[in-house]
């Protein structure tokens, strides 16, 4: 082969792969969701304080208290994504991973300064972002979780960037629909869950839209 030819297949490999101007425009508008969710994500506080709690980033000091609390079959059982049985190194994978995520902004709950759950927010581009959470069973009961979740929802809508919220709980996870609609999130509708031990179950879709003041 000539040299010419050479160079003209090398220039040709190396030339990038043009995209028409609707795939150019289909990537550039995903870029931006990604960056608008990533800027949701930023805006919330790396701190939040209610009457009874602090909700603070996942520390590796909440291990212990983290792998005795959620290695927990009736807690496992309605989340889509708990490991179950709980193990230190999923504690570990879990503050060292998963809550550093950008698309994820995990509150370890505590209380007098002891982890005593997990509450959430996954930021997902061209969707509101989806609350989640988790208490240590010997702490139900008490409004814990309605008051962290709270806290939560009001530090989302203050960023002034996130219009509305999503949730969703299992159909017979009363406790957890209760929790939302007490904080102004209304059923939008229904369907089978398709991730982890939910998977197949029915679930309630919630919204909740931010206060006109925000
Ligand atoms: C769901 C969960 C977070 C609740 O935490 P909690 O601190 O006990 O909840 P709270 O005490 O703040 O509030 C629960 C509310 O539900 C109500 N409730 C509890 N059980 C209920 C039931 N079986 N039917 C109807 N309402 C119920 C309570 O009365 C309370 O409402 P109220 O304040 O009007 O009285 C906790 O049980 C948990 O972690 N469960 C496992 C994980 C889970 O389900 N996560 C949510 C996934 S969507």
New binding site residues.
Partial sequence: MKAKDEDEIIAKSRRPTLAGPTAQARQLAEATARLKARRQRDALPLRIVTPRLVLRGPIRGDVPDLVRLADNA??AS??ARLPHPYRTADAIQFIDVIAQQPDHRAYAVTLDDRFI?VASLMFHANKPPEI????G?P?????????AAKGLVDAAFATGLIPRLH????KT????Q??MQ?LGFTITGEGIDDVGPVKGREVVFLDCEAPRWT
């Fill in positions: 009736a807690i309605r989340l759950g989640g959470y988790w208490l069973e702490f139900w009961g008490r409004g814990l979780m309605s008051e949730g969703r709980a299992l996870n009363l406790a957890s209760r929790i007490k």
